[in-house]
């Protein structure tokens, strides 16, 4: 069944057309790898799932549900299914590990205080930070930013998470956590869409894999038939674009 749904999205910026036919679907438990040089678009279509732009044409279906015409009140529901984990982890500088990650729980659950600290640390452990939770985020590696930003991104058990270029710029401890952090919520039946260059990322986690080109999804397959075939158009795109 498709959680995911987008239908004839198009979009530009003043005269410059981003987006001309943008059509997929993600299935229940899948991860699509978005793929697509800088600028293609991938942002702006993670955006528009939870309606931080309007395409100007096209349907977007979550969980079955249009949300093109949902206005911001209608979208808070929206996005506490949909979670968008930001490139940096977005966290809040003047709160430590612990503050950042209540704050969802405050906002969206109706946890008590001491629910919420038993949440935080389920989740630090999961994530191999524990013992973190007064830093403030400036005292963080890189690495640890992000995976602090994935967990607050998760804490409110989304049914959809959105990466984008969740391991661009890790070293490789912190690329393969977060690669075993995404099977993790896979094998919880989570859906997700991750965008990325690291193909060896892609590979690892995705089913399936989506290439958008000149504002069309050019290629959609599973990952499986991508490694197979080596004149796959996303094969194609990879070597061009590593060389
Ligand atoms: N708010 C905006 N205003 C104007 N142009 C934008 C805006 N957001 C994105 N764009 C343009 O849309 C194109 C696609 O952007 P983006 O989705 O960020 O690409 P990608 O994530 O694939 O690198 C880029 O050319 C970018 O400059
Ligand atoms: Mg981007």
């Given at each position: 069944m498709a959680i995911i749904e987008v239908n004839n999205f198009s979009k530009k910026f003043g005269n410059k057309i981003v987006h001309k036919n943008i059509e997929f679907q993600v299935n229940k438990g899948e991860c699509l790898g978005l793929l697509g040089g800088s600028g293609a678009g991938k942002s702006v279509i993670l955006r528009s799932l939870i309606g931080l732009e309007k395409p100007d044409t096209g349907s977007i279906k979550i969980e079955g549900e249009e949300i093109v015409?949902?206005?911001?009140?209608?979208?808070?529901?929206?996005?506490?299914?949909?979670?968008?984990?930001?490139?940096?982890?977005?966290?809040?500088?003047?709160?430590?590990?612990?503050?950042?990650?209540?704050?969802?729980?405050?906002?969206?659950?109706?946890?008590?205080q001491q629910q919420i600290s038993d949440e935080i640390s389920k989740i630090l452990i999961e994530f191999g930070l524990d013992g973190n939770e007064h830093i403030f985020p400036s005292e963080l590696s890189g690495g640890m930013q992000k995976r602090v930003g994935l967990a607050r991104s998760i804490i409110i058990n989304p049914h959809i998470v959105l990466f984008d270029e969740p391991t661009a710029g890790l070293d490789p401890f912190n690329t393969i956590k977060i690669q075993e952090t995404i099977l993790k919520l896979k094998e919880k039946g989570m859906t997700s869409i991750f965008v990325t260059h690291d193909m060896p990322s892609a590979f690892a986690v995705c089913d399936r894999l989506a290439l958008v080109q000149e504002g069309k999804v050019t290629c959609i397959d599973t990952v499986q038939n991508v490694k197979k075939d080596e004149n796959n158009i996303i094969n194609q795109f990879i070597k061009g674009y590593y060389v």
């Open positions: 015409y949902k206005t911001e009140k209608e979208l808070i529901e929206i996005r506490k299914k949909v979670a968008y984990v930001f490139q940096n982890g977005a966290l809040f500088d003047s709160m430590n590990v612990f503050d950042n990650l209540a704050y969802p729980l405050k906002e969206h659950t109706k946890l008590n």
